[in-house]
């Protein structure tokens, strides 16, 4: 076989732009205002779970809280809404109407306050939308959360709208992957994902037999997301990220590591020790192939790729740090993201993607991708699912003039 020159790879490289790979246009995020320091939650938490008598667990739940990192979380519930509601609070307590109801409004409210920061950071209109893709780590409703935020941002009748529910922690890459498919299939669409996560149903009190959900009780926080995404960018558009190749795995064996299921009490989680592993394992296996598949020469993964990764826990970023050999900055957004907000599921990559954004242009980096060229997104949940994107970050025009 022959060989391609450098020039050659260059050019080929150069060519994706136009023949109308799909590109990131707008970025933004939303939180809800009531904010749980991690330092003082473990107590909170068996205070008003009226818990306070399981003094072992309650150790057992401080010590976790002081390993995850976590500062702070945003949560779309109050105090006060709490502890007008005990049932929520409860462990085994049959709540699920009264989650859900919150559910209802909580996911579509945060997620249009997030799709607005998205489509003013884009510069044109809600009514420019063409396509709408939702995810909920939440169980859903019909008419569904895409329908509400639909009208809650004003978006033509005609939209076509995707709602995905249950999609886990993976949900962002996922919705991003379609979004790639239809912008790149629709001449001229635009569309507007949006990832948007509330701890409706997963929020109660504490219970020894089941240490899983009590892990999840210390990471998840609440947390919206959307992108615009696009091909062809029109003069008056600003291309972030162009959307290379993806790519979904889900990890033989692994089916009960990471398990999600609705009950009548709210979503109850089940966590194995064993998910770092299988994550770093196929992480590592999925982007080398990746790259060869979209013919890209191989890159240093600390000089020359940006890391956008879901900050699902302390203990999966520090072995994938360490399987993939990047050095302790390589994963410094994702680790922010997770000391400010915890595990947000599925809208966590877009926070990641913003707060790198944002530090690149904050020390006039030619790109948002950390001033680099190639990046890759990294998400993985329930299955065990694991998801990446190959990125690749245009130059800033205010930076290059």
């Given at each position: 076989?022959?060989?391609?020159?450098?020039?050659?790879?260059?050019?080929?490289?150069?060519?994706?732009?136009?023949?109308?790979?799909?590109?990131?246009?707008?970025?933004?995020?939303a939180?809800?205002?009531h904010?749980?320091?991690?330092?003082?939650?473990?107590?909170?938490?068996?205070?008003i779970?009226?818990?306070?008598?399981?003094?072992?667990?309650?150790?057992?739940?401080?010590?976790?809280?002081?390993k995850?990192?976590?500062?702070?979380?945003?949560?779309?519930?109050?105090?006060?809404?709490?502890r007008?509601?005990?049932?929520?609070?409860?462990?085994?307590?049959?709540?699920?109407?009264?989650?859900?109801?919150?559910?209802?409004?909580?996911i579509?409210?945060?997620?249009?306050?997030?799709?607005?920061?998205?489509?003013?950071?884009?510069?044109?209109?809600?009514?420019?939308?063409?396509?709408?893709?939702?995810?909920?780590?939440?169980?859903?409703?019909?008419?569904?959360?895409?329908?509400?935020?639909?009208?809650?941002?004003?978006l033509?009748?005609?939209?076509?709208?995707?709602?995905?529910?249950?999609?886990?922690?993976?949900?962002?890459?996922?919705?991003?992957?379609?979004?790639?498919?239809?912008?790149?299939?629709?001449?001229?669409?635009?569309?507007?994902?949006?990832?948007?996560?509330?701890?409706t149903?997963?929020?109660?009190?504490?219970?020894?037999?089941?240490?899983?959900?009590?892990?999840?009780?210390?990471?998840?926080?609440?947390?919206?997301?959307?992108?615009?995404?696009?091909?062809?960018?029109?003069?008056?558009?600003?291309?972030?990220?162009?959307?290379?190749?993806?790519?979904?795995?889900?990890?033989?064996?692994?089916e009960?590591?990471?398990?999600?299921?609705l009950?009548?009490?709210?979503i109850?989680?089940?966590?194995?020790?064993?998910?770092?592993?299988?994550?770093?394992d196929?992480?590592e296996?999925?982007?080398?192939?990746?790259?060869?598949?979209?013919?890209?020469?191989?890159?240093?993964?600390?000089?020359?790729?940006?890391?956008?990764?879901?900050?699902?826990?302390?203990?999966?970023?520090?072995?994938?740090?360490?399987?993939?050999?990047l050095?302790?900055?390589?994963?410094?957004?994702?680790?922010?993201?997770?000391?400010?907000?915890?595990?947000?599921?599925?809208?966590?990559?877009?926070?990641?993607?913003?707060?790198?954004?944002?530090?690149?242009?904050?020390?006039?980096?030619?790109?948002?991708?950390?001033?680099l060229?190639?990046g890759?997104?990294?998400?993985?949940?329930?299955?065990?699912?694991?998801?990446?994107?190959?990125?690749?970050?245009?130059?800033?025009?205010?930076?290059?003039?």
């Amino acid at each position: 076989m022959g060989s391609l020159e450098a020039g050659d790879v260059s050019h080929q490289r150069d060519n994706l732009h136009d023949r109308g790979t799909a590109t990131i246009m707008g970025i933004g995020k939303a939180v809800p205002r009531h904010v749980f320091q991690q330092k003082s939650y473990p107590d909170y938490y068996f205070e008003i779970t009226n818990s306070n008598h399981m003094v072992d667990l309650r150790a057992k739940f401080a010590n976790i809280c002081a390993k995850t990192m976590i500062e702070k979380r945003h949560l779309y519930f109050s105090d006060d809404m709490l502890r007008t509601n005990p049932s929520l609070m409860a462990h085994n307590s049959p709540s699920l109407t009264l989650r859900q109801e919150l559910a209802d409004v909580g996911i579509p409210q945060l997620g249009a306050e997030a799709a607005l920061n998205a489509i003013n950071d884009w510069g044109k209109q809600a009514s420019d939308i063409t396509h709408l893709v939702v995810a909920t780590s939440c169980s859903g409703c019909m008419p569904g959360a895409d329908c509400e935020l639909g009208r809650l941002l004003g978006l033509r009748p005609s939209t076509k709208r995707f709602m995905m529910y249950q999609v886990g922690c993976h949900g962002g890459c996922t919705a991003l992957r379609l979004s790639k498919d239809l912008a790149e299939n629709n001449p001229g669409s635009r569309v507007l994902v949006v990832c948007s996560e509330v701890c409706t149903l997963s929020l109660r009190g504490p219970s020894a037999s089941h240490i899983g959900d009590l892990v999840g009780q210390a990471i998840l926080g609440d947390a919206a997301s959307a992108v615009v995404v696009g091909s062809s960018p029109d003069a008056d558009e600003r291309a972030l990220f162009e959307l290379l190749a993806t790519s979904q795995e889900t990890v033989p064996g692994t089916e009960e590591s990471l398990v999600s299921k609705l009950r009548e009490d709210g979503i109850v989680y089940n966590l194995r020790r064993d998910i770092p592993l299988h994550v770093s394992d196929s992480v590592e296996r999925l982007v080398e192939r990746m790259l060869q598949e979209a013919r890209v020469p191989p890159l240093d993964r600390n000089k020359e790729v940006f890391w956008v990764v879901h900050p699902g826990g302390r203990g999966i970023l520090d072995r994938l740090e360490s399987r993939l050999g990047l050095k302790e900055e390589k994963l410094a957004a994702s680790r922010a993201v997770m000391r400010r907000y915890g595990n947000t599921r599925c809208s966590s990559v877009f926070l990641v993607m913003e707060e790198m954004r944002r530090w690149s242009e904050n020390r006039a980096l030619r790109t948002a991708g950390e001033g680099l060229k190639w990046g890759h997104i990294v998400s993985y949940g329930p299955g065990i699912t694991v998801e990446t994107i190959l990125l690749r970050a245009l130059p800033n025009k205010e930076v290059d003039a």
